[in-house]
């Protein structure tokens, strides 16, 4: 059972009980209680939301195919909640997600690349978001991929440890981000952050190179992973060599960057 039909069945039932109180001539106007009222249920609906999270079986689906293409480009714009992406897409799909009202996906050909564009709204909101409060999408690992990432006031768990993620930008605001890079291959991440939160893992095995630019606040290095160059430059010995590596461009105001 979703959480949004119990969400809207309790209002109906409310508001039906207002009515019969006024019928009966036990209140006056339901009018001058709504407010108040709508305010106490919707405030302790989000109270409950956090410590009751259906099961993943209760969360509707939706998948787009993979076809022919060799390869996919995904954007994802966020605005609010929680937001899940990650590798483990069945075979012959690019993408398998959670659908609900606050959610837009299109997608087309171009050439052999897929391109897809997923636009969700805030998570949090029972009558717009997913069933258990996170948006959760999982992309393909037959193909090579590129990610366009944007969101606002979220936080973002992005686990691309077994995609063949080429080049990710992420541009995020005042959020918190979990961010693991693929463990195969070569790979590029530019990040944009404002006041946010950031950690960063690259898997055993992977090389890694990240520059920076000024405005950081704090940044914190495995430096015995990644020796310090220069004043923006960290990266590791066999960089230049490496089969497998991440290269990691940081742009940040506020906030703090963890790299491990």
Do not use: C
């Not at 605005?79 to 009202?101: D, E, F, H, K």
């Not at 909101?125 to 996170?134: L, R």
Request: proline share 4%; charged share 20%.
């Amino acid at each position: 059972m979703r959480r949004d039909n119990i969400f809207w069945g309790s209002v109906l039932i409310l508001l039906g009980a207002l009515f019969l109180l006024q019928r009966l001539g036990i209140i006056a106007n339901v009018g001058m209680y709504l407010w108040p009222l709508a305010l106490i249920f919707f405030g302790g609906w989000l109270i409950l939301s956090v410590y009751w999270q259906p099961s993943s079986a209760e969360s509707e689906r939706f998948f787009i195919a993979l076809g022919g293409a060799k390869s996919v480009n995904y954007r994802f714009a966020h605005g609010a909640g929680q937001i899940v992406i990650g590798g483990g897409a069945p075979t012959g799909r690019a993408l398998v997600g959670s659908s609900a009202v606050g959610v837009k996906e299109t997608s087309r050909s171009d050439g052999d690349r897929l391109e897809v564009r997923i636009e969700a709204g805030a998570s949090f909101i029972p009558f717009v978001g997913p069933a258990d409060g996170t948006w959760r999408f999982q992309l393909t690992q037959e193909v090579p991929v590129t990610l366009q990432v944007e969101t606002g006031a979220s936080q973002l768990k992005m686990d691309l440890r077994d995609v063949s993620a080429r080049h990710v930008t992420l541009k995020t605001g005042a959020s918190s981000a979990e961010v693991i890079m693929p463990a195969r291959g070569a790979s590029l991440l530019d990040l944009e952050a404002g006041a946010a939160s950031i950690d960063i893992t690259l898997p055993e095995g992977v090389a890694g190179r990240i520059r920076i630019k000024d405005g950081l606040t704090s940044l914190n290095v495995d430096t015995r992973r990644f020796p310090q160059v220069d004043d923006s430059l960290y990266q590791s010995p066999d960089y230049d060599t490496a089969v497998n590596r991440a290269e990691i461009n940081l742009e940040a105001g506020l906030g703090s960057i963890n790299i491990k």
